[in-house]
């Protein structure tokens, strides 16, 4: 369902460390904005009833329903976009504004 890689993963330990949400799962959520374009959000959270739980990269992920089918096949990255600045990005095949990275 999701993926998470492990410059991904290595950041959200950062992270919850930082926050001492250590306990936590990673909540992702995407919803789809009237124009067809997604808005995604991440942040820790408790489980609630009918979450789905993955585990990727050792993380421990919950999707709610709504969300899961439109993050299935996702990844979710850590990457530097410009000089020193990272951030998280979402590769998600569901998205029609996501292209797929070239092979090149």
Do not use: C, W
């Amino acid at each position: 369902m999701i993926k998470v890689t492990p410059e991904a993963a290595k950041q959200i330990q950062i992270s919850a460390q930082q926050g001492k949400t250590e306990n936590l799962a990673l909540r992702i959520a995407a919803t789809k904005n009237d124009d067809g374009s997604f808005h995604y959000g991440i942040g820790f959270d408790e489980n609630k009833e009918g979450d789905i739980p993955v585990t990727s990269e050792g993380i421990k992920i919950i999707v709610s329903p709504i969300s899961a089918d439109l993050l299935k096949d996702t990844t979710l990255d850590f990457v530097e976009l410009e000089p020193g600045k990272n951030q998280f990005i979402f590769m998600n095949p569901n998205d029609p504004d996501y292209t797929a990275p070239s092979d090149n």
